[in-house]
């Protein structure tokens, strides 16, 4: 079945589903958390095991613990109905688009967002060209931000990533804090890339020009 330009395979079930990824290896997954046979949470995990394409999900539960476990999980973005196709096809372009950019560029030691540049290697970072002074822990946030570009990074990931922090108390506190001081850091601009609140559950680095 062809829709709006995608090429589209339905599953039914979760067993279908990971059936037809493993064969198919899809260029991005939307998946509904309401499956007859298995939590879609669940299923979330076992397809990022095997996949690295983008994983939306489409989800009618907007408890906010609910949409972070499927993120930390390795869903990369979450829709909640109801919504627009307009909407829904916007976040698969997002995260077609973080797909690839970021592929070819994991292991890269310059990232480039808009006018900011990471040189992973040397830990500096540049805007329009000029070096600005950054402290340990927002260069590692930023780089974690860029390399995640578009995608919802959740209090949890971002917390363990950085800090190795466990509990929610002792993450988000500390974390609004990094992102604000990231934030009055990277200032604003045409070329500038932006840090969107996902309230209650994270962050997300949004390109110029990606709105």
Excluded at 81 to 96: C, D, E, G, I, T
Excluded at 106 to 121: E, M, R, W, Y
Excluded at 155 to 166: K, N, Q
Aim: aromatic residues 2%; glycine residues 8%; hydrophobic residues 45%.
């Amino acid at each position: 079945m062809t829709a709006r330009g995608h090429r589209v395979v339905e599953a039914e079930t979760g067993a279908l589903a990971l059936g037809i990824a493993s064969t198919l290896q899809p260029d991005v997954v939307l998946l509904d958390l309401g499956l007859p046979d298995v939590d879609g949470a669940v299923l979330c995990r076992h397809l990022r095991l095997q996949l690295t394409c983008p994983i939306v999900v489409v989800t009618a539960d907007a408890v906010e613990d609910r949409i972070v476990e499927v993120l930390d999980l390795g869903a990369d973005d979450y829709v909640v109905k109801p919504f627009s196709m307009n909407q829904l096809l916007a976040r698969v372009r997002v995260a077609l688009r973080h797909r690839l950019a970021t592929a070819p560029l994991v292991d890269d030691q310059i990232l480039h967002c808009g006018d900011v540049t990471i040189d992973t290697a040397a830990r500096q970072v540049m805007i329009e060209g000029t070096l600005i002074d950054v402290v340990p822990q927002q260069f590692d946030l930023l780089t974690a931000l860029v390399r995640n570009e578009g995608r919802v990074m959740t209090y949890s990931t971002l917390g363990r990533t950085l800090w190795g922090l466990d509990s929610n108390d002792d993450r988000v506190a500390p974390m609004r804090t990094a992102i604000s001081k990231l934030r009055k850091t990277l200032g604003v601009g045409p070329r500038r890339p932006s840090i969107d609140t996902e309230h209650h559950v994270g962050y997300r680095l949004v390109a110029p020009g990606s709105r």
